[in-house]
């Protein structure tokens, strides 16, 4: 007997298992030979591997269809189940090819317009600026980009860094040593790692120095060549330390920088390197910034509500 664990990405759980689970329902009457179990956004299922591979692309079909066109009957979901598909699905969607295969064969891919086009100005740029709110997919996509081209040697290593500024706590009132109060700053970058790399793989490159996670400071004074480099949550990156960490870029390597400057950290926004870098580096060739929105936001759907309450509450009150 196979087991097979599928990732519902790019959809709200809420959205594909229906109310009362009436869409997921459809699925276990389809395939009554296969265990199934159903948790949050991952699926569970045991059975003979060639009735999981069927179950898998009805789910993959299905999950295009969401994503496509936001909502389902289920007249529309028997057609989808039953294979009579609608002539729109055939034509090509917006997500990008498979980035790569993660964990538990997980296919990693772009999924909105701005993750998809991030990924194509990678194929012509050097240094990509990625930015908008939070759950667009811009520091997974982008380390997905970096695993990429670790793995087809593009690279020989990558780094991933972040500056080390608390979102209303102070690191003096965190517990232990300096290295442990940084990791949960670093944390969601050691998550996407862990998505795409198996674990022992992942220990050895982090031991072997192939991939490496500091905070912004630990930059000054190097040269980063045959490299893909990160710079996550770069709003709360000085000015100076924004110019420090561009300057570092050698021969053969790829920079990219993420961070939403609706939510800078600093004192005062106008400190922050990312507003400057947009507002300078715009016209220069070789650079891409892409402006990601609400549309991107692939977490749960009320975070694309949120997003929009604070938009409209931050132009009311100006």
Same mark, same amino acid.
């Given at each position: 007997?196979?087991?097979?664990?599928?990732?519902?990405?790019?959809?709200?759980?809420?959205?594909?298992?229906?109310v009362?689970?009436?869409?997921?329902?459809?699925?276990?009457?389809?395939f009554?030979?296969?265990?199934?179990? #159903?948790?949050?956004?991952?699926?569970r +299922?045991?059975?003979?591997k060639? *009735? /999981? =591979? %069927?179950?898998?692309?009805?789910? !993959? $079909?299905?999950?295009?269809?969401?994503?496509?066109?936001?909502?389902?009957?289920?007249?529309?979901?028997?057609?989808?189940?039953?294979?009579?598909?609608?002539?729109?699905?055939?034509?090509?969607?917006?997500?990008?090819?498979?980035?790569?295969?993660?964990? #538990?064969?997980?296919?990693?891919?772009? +999924?909105?317009?701005?993750?998809? *086009? /991030? =990924? %194509?100005?990678?194929?012509?740029? !050097? $240094?990509?600026?990625?930015?908008?709110?939070?759950?667009?997919?811009?520091?997974?996509?982008?380390?997905?980009?970096?695993?990429?081209?670790?793995?087809?040697?593009?690279?020989?290593?990558?780094?991933?860094?972040?500056?080390?500024?608390?979102?209303?706590?102070?690191?003096?009132?965190?517990?232990?040593?300096?290295?442990?109060?940084?990791?949960?700053?670093?944390?969601?970058?050691?998550?996407? $790692?862990?998505?795409?790399?198996?674990?022992?793989?992942l220990?050895?490159?982090?031991?072997?120095?192939?991939?490496?996670?500091?905070?912004?400071?630990?930059?000054?004074?190097?040269?980063?060549?045959?490299?893909?480099?990160?710079?996550?949550?770069?709003?709360?990156?000085?000015?100076?330390?924004?110019?420090?960490?561009?300057?570092?870029?050698?021969?053969?390597?790829?920079?990219?920088v993420?961070?939403?400057?609706?939510?800078?950290?600093?004192?005062?926004?106008?400190?922050?390197?990312?507003?400057?870098?947009?507002?300078?580096?715009?016209?220069?060739?070789?650079?891409?910034?892409?402006?990601?929105?609400?549309?991107?936001?692939?977490?749960?759907?009320?975070?694309?509500?949120?997003?929009?309450a604070?938009?409209s509450?931050?132009?009311?009150?100006?």
């Open positions: 007997m196979a087991e097979k664990l599928i990732y519902l990405e790019g959809v709200d759980p809420v959205d594909f298992y229906g009362n689970n009436v869409r997921f329902n459809k699925f276990i009457e389809l009554p030979d296969l265990k199934i179990v #159903s948790r949050g956004n991952e699926i +299922i045991q059975g003979k060639e *009735r /999981l =591979v %069927d179950f898998e692309e009805r789910v !993959d $079909l299905f999950l295009r269809y969401l994503r496509k066109f936001q909502s389902v009957t289920l007249p529309d979901l028997d057609d989808l189940l039953k294979g009579s598909v609608d002539h729109k699905m055939e034509a090509p969607g917006l997500e990008g090819e498979v980035l790569l295969h993660g964990e #538990s064969g997980r296919k990693i891919r772009a +999924i909105t317009v701005n993750q998809k *086009r /991030l =990924v %194509d100005d990678g194929l012509l740029n !050097d $240094l990509l600026i990625a930015v908008g709110p939070a759950g667009t997919g811009k520091t997974y996509t982008a380390i997905a980009m970096a695993v990429k081209a670790l793995k087809e040697r593009e690279v020989k290593r990558i780094i991933l860094t972040r500056p080390a500024v608390e979102a209303g706590e102070k690191l003096g009132f965190l517990p232990g040593d300096f290295k442990e109060k940084l990791d949960p700053y670093l944390q969601p970058l050691y998550d996407a $790692l862990r998505d795409m790399i198996q674990p022992r793989k220990i050895q490159f982090m031991e072997d120095g192939t991939i490496q996670i500091a905070p912004l400071a630990y930059m000054r004074g190097r040269t980063l060549d045959e490299a893909f480099v990160i710079l996550d949550e770069a709003q709360n990156a000085t000015a100076s330390q924004f110019k420090m960490f561009l300057t570092r870029m050698g021969p053969n390597a790829r920079f990219i993420t961070g939403d400057d609706t939510q800078v950290d600093l004192p005062r926004r106008e400190d922050s390197g990312l507003v400057q870098a947009i507002r300078i580096l715009g016209g220069i060739k070789g650079i891409s910034i892409i402006r990601f929105d609400d549309r991107d936001i692939i977490r749960h759907r009320l975070v694309k509500s949120i997003v929009k604070y938009d509450a931050k132009g009311t009150s100006a």
